[in-house]
């Protein structure tokens, strides 16, 4: 039986695709050239592209500014309780926050546990 942590070639060559492609966007940012689209968003587009995972099936937790695109993205959006008014607003579900255990909470919403 095949070891489920193992490694595979196609994992292996899925995570350089990933690299290179958030690695040039890093060298942009280097050169003083920044890509037109720098932010979490862009990052979950191409992990979500190479695995093959549809926009609608991406789940995206935020709190803050900079986590506006992210949550715009996600086929699901959840802001933290008491985060940035713009993320409430577009938020298809609002967590409790750390303190009140409110990522367990969302978790269990949206049946991830």
């Known amino acids: 039986m095949p070891d489920p942590g193992a490694r595979t070639g196609r994992d292996d060559r899925r995570r350089g695709r990933v690299a290179a492609e958030l690695d040039a966007g890093v060298g942009a940012l280097r050169r003083g050239d920044p890509p037109r689209r720098v932010h ?4 979950m587009e191409v992990v ?3 695995l ?3 926009r ?6 935020g709190d803050g500014a900079n986590d506006l695109e992210m949550l715009a993205y996600a086929g699901t959006a ?3 309780e008491g985060g940035d008014p713009r993320l409430v607003a577009l938020a298809d579900l609002i967590a409790r926050g750390p303190e009140r255990a409110g ?6 919403e949206l049946g991830l546990l």
């Open 103 to 108: 990522l367990v909470a969302a978790f269990a």
């Open 52 to 54: 093959g995972i549809g």
């Open 40 to 43: 979490k968003a862009a990052g």
């Open 56 to 61: 609608e099936d991406v789940i995206a937790f």
């Open 48 to 50: 979500a592209r190479d």
């Open 78 to 80: 959840v802001a933290i």
